[in-house]
């Protein structure tokens, strides 16, 4: 059970490159979140989904887009990438039963953007 | 939406004494309550957590006490270690498909 796991652990990009985040979990949750961190600001939503099939903003979307690709897995996609994208971004599942619930965190991807 | 205010933003302590982080919210329909310890290029781990149906929750050294009226909760941790050295977040969630708003994390040092 290795509960959520993304990839990759670190990546470097340039200005206007894109790129895909990767998320899974293996604890048949139905919702999964999309974190980013910075110094300072706590953590901050910027997708989820509710269960399979939805997607929805949360409060920083500006900039990406996911993808619930099945149960398992929710994706992170940047387009076309900025230095203000340089963050520590994290995935999380939780059981999803209709309430706010525990919500399990994978290692994070380390993101820098020149 | 949901507004989390997390005080103090740093907090120093010597080995044994306790610590006390506080953090208040703003929407009333938040029922979910849990605090999260991250370590330094970890990912962020629950360490306790409590509904709105409860005033107070214990855990060995750690508890977590509630005031729905005054809409704030707070994190007690007693004969602190080292190894509670760290930074600590609250979160508050209601009915919106498990969505938590984060405060914006306290850095416990504990000094030997």
């Not at chain 1, 992170?76 to 599942?93: G, H």
């Not at chain 2, 120093?12 to 929407?27: H, L, N, P, R």
């Not at chain 2, 107070?56 to 977590?64: G, L, M, P």
Request: charge should be positive; include cysteine; hydrophobic fraction near 30%.
């Amino acid at each position: 059970n290795a509960g959520v796991t993304q990839t990759p652990k670190f990546q470097v990009l340039k200005t206007g490159q894109s790129m895909t985040l990767q998320c899974a979990q293996d604890m048949n949750h139905n919702s999964m979140y999309w974190y980013r961190q910075d110094p300072g600001m706590g953590l901050r939503l910027i997708y989820y989904s509710a269960s399979e099939g939805t997607t929805d903003k949360g409060e920083v979307p500006n900039g990406y887009n996911v993808s619930r690709l099945n149960k398992r897995e929710f994706s992170l996609r940047l387009e076309s990438a900025a230095p203000s994208q340089t963050s520590v971004y994290f995935c999380a599942s939780s059981p999803g039963r209709g309430r706010a619930d525990t919500q399990y965190f994978g290692p994070g991807t380390r993101l820098t953007v020149l | 939406g949901e507004n989390v205010e997390q005080h103090p933003s740093t907090l120093s302590v010597q080995e044994g004494d306790s610590a006390v982080i506080k953090c208040t919210y703003s929407d009333s329909a938040s029922n979910y309550f849990p605090w999260y310890k991250q370590e330094l290029g970890k990912r962020p781990q629950l360490i306790i957590d409590i509904r709105s149906n409860v005033g107070e929750k214990k855990d060995q050294r750690i508890a977590v006490t509630l005031n729905k009226t005054a809409k704030h909760f707070s994190l007690h941790i007693t004969e602190t270690q080292p190894e509670d050295s760290a930074v600590y977040f609250c979160a508050a969630g209601g009915t919106s498909y498990g969505k938590l708003t984060f405060g914006q994390g306290t850095i416990l040092t504990v000094h030997p």
